[in-house]
């Protein structure tokens, strides 16, 4: 609800006008009511549009200048992705010009000009105005139509608007008001209440003009608004002149202000390009909030983001080659030597140069003394260089494959881009997965060894618990399961569309570009960023490599790489040579050969969607609560509580209450149908019934996703080579493996 002070005078020499601010949740302030936005109080009373908080003190964000540089990353690459996408709608008869696109601010002739840090303002959205929009009125009883251009304006006619006297045949009184619940919209962000006029070019004055805000035979400029028709696009108006009466059209039209700009002397031969929509304010295409997330990389690890910056190619190739043990010529002693010495490790090296002169003097002597130093030379330079991160990066030798895949990451958008999320995922191992406990609690609970917080009570109980968990976690093909006590997450709005959430809209069976808006300027001139930062409860999920590899084997996927598990590259690494984007905004998810990459990121997908409709079923936590983050090269992927408010404990208590119960229900068959039977799985196997969550909830907007690849079945949309064909699923393979 709001702050009812309603908007009042705050000085009655310059009439200025004071909005008022809203109560709501930082989570819904930062996404739904975000600038922009438009919205009605509990019991539809009003219709208002979300405003910035212009005041001289900002809600700054409580992040450090780390984060922020991680956001700034994603906001680039977000903007780039975005103007590239949308400027592929044009054609040679219908060019697509750059502020069709992206707004101005981001621009600079014509290309992408990303704002720095000292033009944005990071703020933690915990309070937001609000103004009522649209003022336009119509009497539910005559008809009269009334349009105000301001707050100040309607207040000032206010009491001649309550006076006015119906018309109406039946009426005994003033007009009974409402306000009219309708806006027209564009693709271009643009929005304007409803009028009888409408924007023309006018090449006398070079400048648009609301033509027709007259009626064309008697020049009266007072109208009426017939809204019988139950189609919103067949309602128009008409002269109020009881003799006249006269009405344009049978139905209303509006050309976008903005594009008419824009296109100039063209705007006639552009019609279609310039035409708004008319549609209810509570509809949810009037407003989309353009949202990103990435995972917080601990204080300890805050190198790795400088991987992902665009000139730090080779230290993330690097970076990729020791993650995945791509292994080349071993380091010379005079290498490594100079690597610990740079690093201050002095100590570690002396130990080196005391072992290395116990084995000369033990070449003349006890051979098995020479073995024993052998080996813990081995030892030490393993641990160098396998630690986290290691005291000595180890020499790589990339594939090329690899190396053109860096070379391309501008293929791939943030949330999808494997190298990113390789980066996102070690700095989640260092910080969680493999940290040591903080003050006695680990930061990351295996189920399959629990600590004293979640284990039963007694040492017989939580062994017999351990040991079950571990036979189901072979079932399920889990290499890894449990509980992230704090799954750290930046959250950030920066900007809005409208009529679409992606940069490209097919209307009226041709292409136009959707343009990205930032939220209006605060006082100081800087664009406001929306962040809000969560450290909530998390499940985390890794799936056994060896399964995931006989599983990709049995489906028969066209460029399955060679690799098996006595191979000293892990099968991450071979997943990156054939990764393949799925196109800025799923622009290249189409029907094609049955691929390992797109088959892996199903899976996982899939799998995390299960999980989350299994934890909404036991735990009481609604879909709509929870989020998912997949790591493909590692195959992982976590499933979150999405929340800034009180965390309550939700996961963690669905283990100490269900435990393997809550594993043993993957099992069950019935989990893995839909209501919509055959009709659901000859669409792909994934509809709203079955696996498919609210978009707000979902990575990828419910697209790479089918039942099949758990419980087996026709093949997934996107697989082209096994169509017709029933194809194994992954759970079902794991159980016939182990019971065999």
Not at 87 to 112: F, H, K, M, Y
Not at 290 to 308: G, N, Y
Not at 500 to 515: G, H, M
Not at 602 to 622: Q, R
Request: proline fraction near 6%; aromatic fraction near 8%.
């Amino acid at each position: 609800m709001g702050t009812r002070k309603g908007f009042l005078a705050a000085d009655d020499d310059d009439r200025t006008l004071t909005a008022p601010t809203m109560s709501r949740s930082r989570g819904q302030l930062g996404s739904a009511y975000a600038p922009g936005a438009f919205f009605t109080f509990e019991g539809g009373l009003g219709s208002c549009i979300s405003i910035p908080d212009l005041t001289a003190t900002t809600d700054d964000a409580p992040i450090q200048s780390v984060t922020k540089s991680q956001i700034i990353l994603r906001l680039h690459e977000i903007w780039q992705s975005w103007f590239l996408r949308a400027s592929a709608a044009g054609t040679a008869d219908r060019p697509v010009v750059p502020q069709q696109c992206l707004e101005e601010a981001i621009l600079n002739r014509g290309v992408v000009s990303p704002l720095g840090a000292d033009r944005l303002a990071f703020l933690s959205p915990l309070r937001m105005k609000y103004a009522p929009a649209p003022l336009t009125f119509v009497c539910n009883k005559c008809s009269l139509f009334k349009r105000f251009t301001s707050v100040r304006d309607m207040a000032k006619n206010m009491d001649q608007l309550r006076n006015n006297r119906c018309t109406s045949v039946d009426a005994k009184g003033p007009c009974q008001w409402r306000q009219v619940d309708v806006v027209f919209v564009h693709w271009s962000g643009e929005w304007m209440p409803v009028t009888p006029g409408r924007w023309e070019w006018d090449d006398r004055n070079n400048t648009p003009r609301l033509s027709g805000e007259e009626c064309q035979l008697c020049g009266g400029n007072e109208f009426k608004l017939n809204t019988d028709s139950p189609r919103i696009g067949k309602w128009h108006f008409y002269c109020a002149k009881p003799s006249c009466g006269h009405k344009g059209a049978n139905e209303w039209r509006q050309q976008d202000k903005f594009t008419t700009e824009l296109f100039r002397d063209q705007a006639s031969s552009r019609l279609g390009e310039r035409r708004m929509e008319p549609i209810s304010y509570r509809a949810s295409s009037a407003y989309y909030s353009q949202s990103e997330q990435f995972v917080l990389f601990p204080e300890s690890e805050h190198q790795l983001i400088t991987l992902l910056e665009p000139q730090n190619d080779d230290q993330l190739a690097a970076f990729i080659g020791s993650l995945f043990r791509f292994g080349g010529a071993e380091l010379t002693p005079a290498e490594m030597k100079a690597i610990l010495l740079a690093a201050g490790k002095t100590g570690e090296w002396e130990t080196y140069e005391s072992l290395c002169l116990m084995r000369e003097s033990a070449v003349s002597g006890d051979g098995s003394l020479k073995a024993v130093v052998d080996s813990e030379l081995k030892k030490l330079v393993t641990r160098w260089t396998t630690s986290s991160p290691p005291l000595i990066p180890p020499r790589v030798d990339l594939p090329l494959a690899i190396t053109q895949q860096l070379a391309s990451r501008g293929e791939y958008t943030s949330r999808f881009d494997p190298f990113v999320l390789a980066v996102e995922h070690e700095a989640l191992n260092r910080g969680k997965l493999s940290a040591p406990p903080d003050g006695g609690r680990a930061k990351f609970v295996r189920f399959n060894h629990l600590d004293d917080d979640l284990a039963p009570k007694g040492a017989n109980a939580k062994a017999k618990q351990e040991a079950e968990t571990q036979h189901l976690m072979k079932k399920l093909g889990m290499a890894d399961l449990g509980l992230i006590r704090e799954f750290d997450l930046c959250r950030f709005t920066h900007g809005y569309t409208r009529v679409s959430a992606t940069p490209i809209l097919n209307k009226r069976n041709k292409d136009v570009p959707v343009r990205l808006k930032l939220f209006e300027p605060l006082n100081n001139g800087k664009r406001p960023i929306y962040v809000m930062t969560q450290a909530n409860e998390a499940l985390y999920v890794r799936l056994d490599p060896e399964v995931v590899y006989k599983w990709l084997q049995a489906i028969g996927v066209s460029d399955l790489p060679q690799w098996d598990s006595s191979s000293p590259v892990k099968l991450g690494g071979k997943l990156l040579e054939v990764a393949e984007p799925f196109g800025r905004y799923f622009s290249l998810l189409k029907e094609g050969d049955a691929t390992t990459y797109r088959y892996v990121y199903t899976l996982l997908h899939t799998y995390a969607h299960a999980l989350m409709k299994n934890v909404a079923e036991l735990s009481g936590l609604d879909l709509g609560s929870m989020g998912e983050y997949i790591f493909p090269l590692d195959l992982a992927f976590v499933v979150y509580r999405n929340g800034t408010t009180m965390e309550l404990g939700n996961l963690s208590s669905l283990w100490r209450n269900e435990n393997n119960l809550f594993l043993r229900r993957f099992l069950d068959a019935s989990i893995h149908r839909c209501n919509s039977g055959r009709l659901c799985d000859a669409a792909g196997g994934a509809c709203p019934d079955c696996i498919m969550i609210p978009e707000t909830s979902c990575v990828a907007q419910n697209q790479l996703l089918s039942r099949a690849v758990l419980k087996g079945g026709p093949p997934p949309r996107e697989d082209g080579t096994h169509k017709g064909q029933h194809i194994r699923g992954f759970l079902e393979m794991t159980n016939d493996h182990n019971e065999s």
